[in-house]
């Protein structure tokens, strides 16, 4: 099969678009996440794909509190806001309405949904690392259905 055509074939494999949150000693950040997936039931848990070299990585090994926010289909402003990424040191939540709520991760006000979850541990896979997660809890934010992302190439972003 051509480079071409796996890459097409690739890209209509569906993914959400989420946004995770990180609270680690007295810092706080958010990114874009895509690869996100339920595996378990009990106790209920889920993977994120993360880039391999990705600063947030080292502080999930470190022990942040980690939250996974839901994105709707019409949520495109938190797409603009995190879809650069953040520095580690840059503010993530300027101009947000976010809750800082130290030792937990932060929570956005919008979106579908939001959990909190425990980092269990990462796996390496290619360029990225598997992280597994525990939920800890959940809620819903609001209604409507989920931003459902299909790439024009499943060989990069």
């Known amino acids: 099969m051509p480079e071409s055509d796996l890459a097409a074939a690739l890209g209509r494999v569906p993914s959400g678009l989420f946004v995770l949150t990180l609270q680690w000693q007295e810092r706080s950040t958010g990114l874009l996440v895509s690869w996100v997936q339920q595996c378990s039931f009990d106790p209920p848990m889920l ?12 502080w ?37 309405t976010v809750d800082l709520r130290p030792p937990l991760a932060p929570r956005l006000a ?20 598997v992280a597994l997660f525990r939920i800890l809890d959940g809620a819903m934010l609001g209604d409507g259905k989920p931003y459902v992302h299909l790439r024009k190439s499943g060989l990069n972003y």
């Not at 993977?47 to 080292?58: D, V």
């Not at 996974?68 to 650069?84: I, P, S, T």
């Open 110 to 129: 919008d979106g579908l949904a939001f959990m909190d979850l425990q980092f269990v541990q990462s796996f390496p896979a290619g360029d990225h690392d």
């Open 60 to 96: 999930l090994r470190q022990g942040a509190a980690a939250g996974l926010h839901v994105l709707g289909e019409d949520d495109k402003a938190f797409l603009r806001h995190f879809a650069q990424g953040f520095a580690e040191e840059a503010a993530a939540f300027n101009g947000l």
């Open 47 to 58: 993977t994120i794909g993360l880039r391999q070299g990705r600063y947030q990585l080292a």
